[in-house]
């Protein structure tokens, strides 16, 4: 079930406004998103109907179209719900300790983040309906773009190498090229490790390891250094999060 935590909203001509997440002021709505996760995780998202939806949910066909206006929507913004999961579990651990940006504990934390998540781990395995779906709808394929692991990479690798929180005598896109390859080969080995060689008990663990020894600066990081580039973490991992809140907002019919 979702929680019932209201999500901030964007900004609208210079004032902060609040929208709510649609499940949080209706309980039908809540079991729409619950059933259609379901369906989607059974049957992927073309065998998915409106009219299967709603029997599964308990309500009627035209319910559904109360809270989304197309199905496409509705599944949409039930991924996009998943994002913001993602996004706000990995915002709170930096929050609660600066140093887990470093990437010896920030690769390790995405990764399992992610995986909790079967809807994301289903769109990063690249399933094509998916992937067609998101990139078909606008604002979408940019969302999608700004959230792979690629894309993460890019993004954070900057702010520690800024910050000397990784070693400098290789070019930075050295370095971004080398995490990206890493984390990625250990999400698909994790997340389907009947494909994979036997492996070990502890895979964060070696994962953990395997960044210390390639990106690991020769003097150990001082606290300054690591709390300001956690402070540039959460932001920009904030601003993410609001066009994920843009996008939701955007799939949900407008309520009275």
């Known amino acids: ?16 406004q609040v929208t709510p997440l649609i499940e949080h002021q209706s309980r039908k709505a809540a079991r729409i998103l619950d059933s259609t996760r379901e369906l989607v995780l059974d049957h992927g998202v073309r065998k998915v109907t409106v009219t299967e939806i709603a029997r599964v949910a308990g ?33 709170a651990s930096v929050v609660a300790d600066p140093a887990a940006v470093l990437p010896r504990r920030f690769g390790p934390l995405l990764i399992r983040t992610g995986l909790r998540l079967p809807l994301a781990r289903r769109l990063y395995r690249s399933e094509a309906d998916l992937l067609r779906l998101f990139t078909q709808q ?30 400098q005598d290789r070019p930075l896109l050295d370095l971004t090229y080398m995490v990206h390859a ?52 959460i ?11 843009e996008l939701i907002d955007r799939s949900q019919t407008p309520q009275q």
């Open 59 to 91: 309500v009627g066909k035209g319910t559904v179209y109360l809270y989304w206006p197309t199905k496409e929507d509705l599944i949409l913004g039930l991924f996009a719900r998943d994002l913001l999961t993602f996004l706000d579990d990995a915002i």
């Open 235 to 245: 932001e920009v991992m904030r601003e993410i999060r609001e066009a994920v809140l």
């Open 1 to 16: 079930m979702y929680s019932a935590v209201h999500a901030p909203g964007r900004e609208s001509r210079g004032r902060a």
């Open 138 to 167: 606008d604002g979408y394929g940019e969302l999608l773009d700004r959230t792979t692991p690629s894309a993460m990479c890019q993004a954070g690798m900057p702010i520690l190498h800024r910050h000397r929180l990784i070693r």
């Open 182 to 233: 890493v984390t990625t080969g250990f999400l698909t080995a994790i997340a389907d490790p009947d494909a994979a060689p036997p492996g070990p008990a502890d895979p964060d663990a070696v994962l953990a390891d395997t960044l210390a020894q390639l990106l690991d600066p020769p003097a150990a990081p001082e606290g300054p250094a690591i709390a300001a580039a956690g402070a540039e973490t």
